[in-house]
């Protein structure tokens, strides 16, 4: 039962993808993948999701140390509030950011219609992955591993460094994977903010939009293979981590 | 001492100000711009025919897609956990998928596989209808929320482990009154958090449904839907009014996740 019912609501859909992709023949999908706005969707989607996965890295470890390791007055607010981005529709965090970042801002930015306003869509909805990932690992971490370090006489920078990056970086990568793979997929949050410019604010998953309004079912189907692909591999690669984690 | 002092501080600082930055200010302000024309503006823009229908058909869409993925979830997570067999590895797989695809390619595998051409498109010849239709949108809703309920699920079941269920068994319980007296309420705050998740993500859900749903006023436009709308045809109002019906009911999940996360394995 469990078995059919995945497969008949899951599965066999995305099967109808990858055959309407081939339906006429590899020439023509790999012609889909390689038009020029395609690739340009493309490049953009995957530089604006490494970029976002990046300072989300950063900031993501750093938010989950200060929630696991220091004190202070309404710290378990902030905690509750990480978690917001997977609450709040993507429609809501696009119109969120456009009222401070928009046309009509308060501080008068403006990022609508560049790929910045990409970058920090994506930095939105994928906030919490890593700081999800990090916060357990750090709450389990031996404290006194650390203290051992400092007595040996290593300062602060070196105790990041050679104790509790290594320890957290099974967390770091696995969150950074599945941010990864929303980043690349999002399509709520962009299309308002970014206002969706063909060679310049249009992501993949937008130009598929495009595409299946235009009635190009193949092309969009073959976009979309590129885009089913990095999501299994993502998914693997974070599969992999968290096997290392457990054996470690 | 101070050295370190000043780096906790430094830390302390940045993590907020980033999070003001890009979540705490941003939410606040569609407050803001929601309520700085009167209360009464807000509540025009979001009691308009088109308005409550879409409030309604979102609702309908969590009031479906709950019971299917809860009852798929459950039952799903014992076997993941109770019954190892050969097909475990597969299904575990399976169920992560639709965290990882984007809501666009998952609207377009549904448009295909029941669209014109399709190889379910008899279906709709027969006179049912699934796109720019509720089925299909009730179809678009489940697929992107089937891993919740099993993902939350499946831990708790790992931790409680066999004992009690063994126990049971041993008294004579059937593998049904296990299941209702000793199983499900151990995990029953999982499967609540679990179902709290998949609320969040259906009420939300605008890529998937997009597509298959056709985006028809008044017969196919969930709340979602109707806030770009709103934003596109320049009725800021409208948008903001609806983004924040939608932000109050995701800060409504936001508190039951906190209240229900500490007590999963109690």
């Known amino acids: 039962m469990v078995t059919l019912y995945l497969s008949l609501l899951v599965l066999l859909p995305l099967a109808a993808v990858a055959s309407q992709a081939f339906d006429h023949g590899l020439a023509s999908f790999w012609a889909a993948v390689t038009a020029p706005e395609s690739v340009a969707a493309l490049k953009l989607t995957v530089i604006a999701s490494l970029i976002t996965v990046i300072i989300n890295g950063v900031f993501g470890t750093m938010i989950a140390w200060v929630l696991v390791r220091d004190q202070f007055r309404g710290k378990a607010i902030l905690n509750a509030v990480i978690d917001l981005p997977f609450a709040l529709p993507t429609i809501v965090a696009g119109i969120t950011l456009i009222a401070l970042y928009g046309p009509k801002s308060p501080i008068g930015i403006n990022v609508t219609l560049t790929q910045f306003s990409v970058v920090l869509a994506l930095l939105f909805v994928t906030l919490p992955f890593v700081v999800r990932a990090v916060q357990p690992l750090l709450l389990e971490m031996d404290r006194e591993m650390e203290e051992a370090a400092a007595s040996l006489g290593a300062g602060g920078l070196t105790i990041f460094r050679r104790i509790i990056f290594p320890n957290l970086l099974p967390g770091i990568g696995a969150g950074v994977a599945l941010a990864f793979a929303r980043a690349l997929g999002e399509y709520g949050s962009l299309i308002l903010i970014t206002g ?25 189907s073959a976009v979309s293979v590129v885009l089913l692909l990095a999501s299994l591999l993502l998914l693997a690669a974070v599969g992999f981590i968290q096997s290392l984690g457990r054996r470690a | 001492m101070t050295g370190s002092t000043a780096s906790r501080w430094g830390l302390r600082t940045a993590a907020i100000a980033y999070l003001s930055a890009l979540l705490l200010v941003p939410v606040g302000m569609i407050f803001y711009k929601t309520f700085e024309h009167g209360f009464s503006t ?7 025919p088109n308005a409550i229908h879409a409030i309604e058909l979102t609702l309908l869409m969590v009031a479906i897609a709950i019971p299917l993925n809860t009852v798929f979830g459950t039952v799903c997570a014992v076997l993941l956990v109770r019954h190892r067999w050969w097909g475990n590895r597969f299904i575990d797989a399976v169920i992560n998928l639709p965290f990882a695809i984007s809501p ?3 609207g377009l595998s549904l448009f295909l596989l029941y669209g014109v051409g399709g190889w379910f498109a ?24 089937v891993p919740f309920v099993v993902r939350e699920t499946v831990p708790v079941l790992q931790e409680i482990g066999t004992d009690q269920e063994q126990a049971a068994q041993t008294l004579g319980a059937n593998s049904r009154q296990t299941f209702w007296r000793i199983t499900l309420p151990a995990i029953r705050w999982g499967v609540a958090y679990g179902v709290v998740l998949t609320t969040a993500r259906v009420l939300g859900e605008f890529g998937a449904v997009s597509i298959v749903s056709g985006q028809i006023s008044r017969q196919t436009e969930t709340l979602p839907i109707f806030v770009a709308k709103q934003f596109e045809n320049y009725n800021q109002t409208g948008a903001y009014a609806g983004a924040v019906v939608l932000a109050l009911l995701a800060l409504t999940a936001l508190l039951a996740m906190n209240l229900f996360k500490g007590k999963e394995v109690a």
């Open chain 1, 196 to 220: 969706s410019i063909p060679f310049k604010t249009m992501v993949s998953s937008v130009y598929i939009f495009k595409l299946i309004e235009q009635g190009n079912n193949p092309g969009a």
């Open chain 2, 42 to 48: 807000a509540w025009d823009a979001i009691t308009t």
């Open chain 2, 104 to 106: 666009v390619v998952i």
């Open chain 2, 122 to 145: 008899g279906i709709s010849e027969a006179g049912f209808k699934i796109l720019f239709a509720i089925p299909g949108m009730v179809l678009a809703s489940v697929f992107v929320s």
